[in-house]
């Protein structure tokens, strides 16, 4: 007997992967990799199920950053809001206007370029701070992170698995070296361009509430006990779990391009 035709394992699976989600993107990231897949297996429709997707995981995004809001730098706040509303508004309309085929190609690539990137760049950004004659942080530079960061808010608006990964590795690479304050930005980010993109799709009508009622409420659920968690892992081992759970989405992508195309 098929699984699908199992009664209501479509359903325990959606619940099931919403909860885990919420918690995976508390601690890493890439919750939309379950969530997603779950949402399609409910028979939505690929834009639909992206953007209800998006909606459901939302709170679970807000109960993680109300966790770990000691850890967000304020002094970035502004400059990452906007970025994460200009960006987050246009890929969500570009989305509604658009075919998925082409972006999906470039997922695998993006994600994985920005994991492996992730993966080193804490090394080199010891690196570049002991070549620099200033003693401790940098300050960070408001237009060129808002200009490095304005496509990752976009591609947020526009499907947004691993998007995570990618906020990160910009901050990283600007010289952001404490994980949990990545962490806590990261939230914040795909927080403030999911909140943009999701207006956008309710306004427009593109949300099938009867799946993304459930989903909402365990995604939540899985982001309060994520953010909790993550505040107890050292940062070390979830810079770790980051770039793991990269790798995994990325193979997860080039695996469903190959059994496509």
């Not at 508390?26 to 997707?53: D, E, I, K, W």
């Not at 994980?179 to 999911?194: E, R």
Request: one cysteine or more.
């Amino acid at each position: 007997m098929h699984v699908s035709s199992i009664p209501h394992l479509n359903f325990i699976w959606l619940v099931t992967a919403s909860l885990v989600a919420g918690v995976m993107n508390a601690m890493a990231g890439g919750g939309s990799f379950l969530s997603f897949p779950a949402m399609l297996g409910m028979g939505v429709l690929p834009v639909q199920a992206n953007a209800t997707n998006t909606v459901a995981l939302w709170p679970g995004q807000l109960t993680s950053l109300a966790t770990l809001r000691g850890d967000v730098t304020r002094s970035l706040l502004l400059p990452v809001g906007i970025t994460c509303v200009l960006g987050g508004v246009t890929g969500a309309e570009v989305l509604l206007h658009t075919g998925q085929t082409t972006f999906l190609h470039m997922i695998p690539w993006l994600i994985l370029g920005g994991t492996l990137i992730f993966g080193i760049s804490g090394r080199l950004s010891q690196w570049l701070r002991s070549r620099s004659e200033h003693v401790g942080e940098r300050p960070i530079p408001a237009l060129p992170l808002m200009a490095s960061l304005f496509p990752v808010c976009f591609y947020i608006g526009y499907f947004g698995a691993g998007g995570g990964f990618l906020v990160m590795t910009i901050l990283a690479l600007f010289g952001m070296e404490d994980m949990h304050k990545l962490n806590a930005m990261k939230v914040f980010a795909a927080l403030s361009s999911n909140f943009c993109a999701i207006v956008t799709f309710i306004v427009t009508g593109n949300i099938e509430w009867r799946y993304c009622v459930v989903s909402m409420a365990f995604a939540a659920l899985g982001g309060w006990l994520g953010a909790r968690l993550a505040k107890r892992v050292p940062g070390e081992v979830l810079r770790g779990i980051v770039v793991a759970t990269g790798l995994v989405i990325a193979a997860y992508f080039f695996w469903r391009q190959s059994h496509t195309a």
